[in-house]
């Protein structure tokens, strides 16, 4: 029934899920969209879901969500896990199960488990998880295309599902952890903005550093100018002081008085 089906008289089955008013259908047959409250834009992409959820149970030989653990979960639940949560591939379901699980599911495929799991992975797991997108604009448009897509496969031609890029696996993880995402992007913008008002208090305070240093500077330079100019002052008034005696002594030893030229010449040397 594709997921939808409504029970007029009694029940359909016991894996029908009927809430009168409130949700009609087979949930673990559900695409995400049917299980929006009102489910008023829903369209063939739905059918692509529910085919994909064939494929996979005739692969594992069980659907992407546990049927009873949906319904057990409550329709609040229920209803957000079709429409967030990602199934495991099919070939990461076969490996959590049991030996005795996956030898009875690869019997009736007639293979060996091991090769079995392996033979699922690549091209099948993505050829399913393309018809299972929770975003149906990357589903298969029509069930010919997916049709095609698993014909290829057997004619081992490459297939159009692809891995999704690491670009849209990042925007699903943010999706589903919306909150936790958001308090993350809250502490890097606070990191951030710390570490910005420190590293502009780092080039301040290295400006201040700077600035000390370049002023001790000029003031070593100017006591070092000012000590060169009393030294020159000095000098200046030696020499003076020396003319001025060897002009007296010129003055006395033209007057015939050499002892007192002498005694103003003494502290010269010869």
């Known amino acids: ?23 009609i259908g087979t949930p673990a047959y559900m695409s995400p969209e049917q299980a929006e409250i009102g489910a008023l834009d829903v369209d063939t992409r739905s059918d692509i879901y529910s085919l994909g959820v064939l494929l996979y149970e005739l692969l594992t030989g069980r659907t992407p969500f546990d049927q009873k653990e949906l319904i057990r979960s409550g329709l609040f639940e229920m209803r957000r896990m079709l429409r967030e949560k990602e199934p495991q ?17 690869a019997l009736r495929h007639h293979i060996e488990p091991p090769k079995f799991v392996k033979s699922l992975e690549g091209d099948l797991d993505w050829i399913v998880m393309k018809a299972l997108e929770k975003d149906r604009q990357r589903r298969y448009a029509t069930a010919n295309g997916l049709g095609a897509d698993v014909q290829r496969y057997l004619n081992n031609e490459p297939v159009v599902a692809r891995p999704p890029s690491r670009f849209y696996r990042l925007q699903k993880l943010i999706q589903r952890n919306k909150a936790v995402c958001a308090f993350g992007t809250l502490a890097v913008i606070l ?9 502009r208090l780092f080039f301040l305070e290295r400006e201040a550093r700077m600035e000390q240093a370049h002023l001790r500077q000029r003031a070593e330079e100017a006591r070092a100018e000012a000590e060169r100019a009393r030294a020159n002052e000095m000098q200046l008034r030696k020499e003076a002081e020396a003319r001025e005696k060897i002009t007296q002594a010129g003055v006395l030893m033209s007057h015939g008085e050499m002892e007192k030229a002498d005694a103003l010449l003494d502290p010269f040397p010869p």
């Open 1 to 23: 029934d594709f997921g939808i089906a409504k029970a007029t008289e009694g029940s359909l089955a016991e894996n029908t899920f009927t809430l009168d008013g409130q949700f």
């Open 191 to 199: 990191l951030l903005a710390g570490l910005s008002v420190s590293t």
């Open 89 to 105: 591939k099919p070939s990461t379901l076969l490996t959590s199960l049991t030996n005795t699980d996956l030898t009875a599911t």
